[in-house]
């Protein structure tokens, strides 16, 4: 039995402006787990790659320029619903119709700089972390928080 997983990425500007710890921890507090984390400026082919749902939109390449233009932190989260969760955790995509308390309600403007992406359902989390990650970079081990997290 395995909990769910999902990819989490702070985006370059969610690096630049030092909210690495701040979001990480809103992840780890709820109580899901890291399981793979690294930091990598993706090249613009792969922002492509990552983003390819959204080719045909009208801001498909200024997003993959933004999103390849620094050092970005991508990591797989899991826990039960994870994946619905993490959304909630980060907030609706225009920070701007993002609730107080969610990541880009509290941290972010608007929606070109929302500093944060998060697996959208049960298949692009799959996809996903797929692309950014092998099968040896994620780390299954228990946490001793567990039994007290799912009794
Ligand atoms: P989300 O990141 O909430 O899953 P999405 O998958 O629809 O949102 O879009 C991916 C990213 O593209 C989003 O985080 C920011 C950018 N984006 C979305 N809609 C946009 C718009 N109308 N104008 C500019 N950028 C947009
Ligand atoms: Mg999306």
């Given at each position: 039995f395995q909990l769910e997983r999902t990819f989490i990425a702070i985006k370059p500007d969610g690096v630049q402006r030092g909210l690495i710890s701040e979001i990480m921890s809103r992840f780890e507090r709820k109580g899901f787990k890291l399981v793979a984390i690294k930091i990598t400026v993706p090249s613009k082919d792969f922002a492509q790659k990552h983003y390819h749902?959204?080719?045909?939109?009208?801001?498909f390449d200024v997003l993959c320029d933004v999103f390849s233009s620094g050092p970005v932190i991508a990591m797989v989260w899991e826990g039960e619903g994870v994946i619905k969760y993490g959304r909630k955790l980060i907030g609706a995509t225009d920070p701007q119709k993002s609730e107080p308390g969610t990541i880009r309600g509290d941290l972010a403007v608007v929606v070109g700089r929302n500093i944060i992406h998060g697996s959208d359902g049960p298949e692009t989390a799959k996809d996903e972390i797929n692309l950014w990650f092998k099968p040896e970079e994620l780390v299954n081990y228990s946490s001793n928080a567990e039994k007290w997290l799912y009794g």
């Open positions: 749902d959204l080719k045909t939109r009208a801001f």
